[in-house]
Antibody
């Protein structure tokens, strides 16, 4: 079955870096766009970044632009989020999410990982 | 950026009752609106896409309607497992993709 498993979260000091991973299985990873969505404690959902199925199109929320970088390795069926210059307001559960349709930009999400918690604190 | 406003913030109902949740967009999103359910401690789950299409495996008691700026998620007869937080999300104009702030459906 389709499965997404995030890893790499933890506690990090402000200004430091962290890289999240999302291991995908159960579908042809290279055919699907992928996204990162985060949720601060007790808050709603905030879209963070997207990467197209072929990896050539990337977009970011203004709140992370210039600090975060999304990438994918289709040989490893893995999605990444490199997070630099972390701030306390980046504290959140980070979810990776798979888009519903292959080879498309229909950005709604039919599968989500369980999330990984990133805490930015000194 | 398209802002999605959900109402009410909290809805208190009993099992078996009908729930009506609203999502209003700051400008037209055509039909490109989705609804998600999030239970405590779990990831969101896609319920409805393109305003009115049920996602795979979603029970028929969930239905969506609307177009343009006004959308509704209806749960025809609430089951105990339906008490959760519901989010709408638009994909018509991006970036950014935006979510509503959520409606908490609680047991009365």
């Amino acid at each position: 079955q389709v499965q997404l498993v995030e890893s790499g979260g933890g506690v990090v000091q402000p200004g430091r870096s962290l890289r999240l991973s999302c291991a995908a299985s159960g579908f042809t990873f290279s055919n699907y766009g992928m996204h990162w969505v985060r949720q601060a404690p007790g808050k709603g959902l905030e879209w963070v970044a997207l990467i197209s199925h072929h990896g050539t199109r990337k977009d970011y929320a203004d709140s992370v632009k210039g600090r975060f970088s999304i990438s994918r390795d289709s040989s490893e069926n893995t999605l990444y989020l490199q997070m630099d210059s972390l701030r306390p307001d980046d504290t959140a559960v980070y979810y990776c999410a798979k888009v519903r349709n292959p080879n498309s930009i229909d950005w709604d999400f039919d599968c989500w990982g369980q999330g990984t918690l990133v805490t930015v604190s000194s | 950026e398209i802002v999605l406003t959900q109402s009410p913030a909290t809805l208190s109902l009993s099992p078996g009752e009908r729930a009506t949740l609203s999502c209003r967009a700051s400008q037209s999103v055509n039909i490109y609106l989705a609804w998600y359910q999030q239970r405590p401690g779990q990831a969101p789950r896609l319920l409805i896409y393109d305003a009115s299409n049920r996602a795979t495996g979603i029970p028929a008691r969930f239905s969506g309607s609307g177009s343009g700026t006004d959308f509704t998620l209806t749960i025809s007869s609430l089951e105990p497992e339906d008490f959760a937080v519901y989010y709408c999300q638009q994909r018509y104009i991006w970036p950014p993709i935006t979510f509503g702030q959520g409606t908490r459906l609680e047991i009365k």
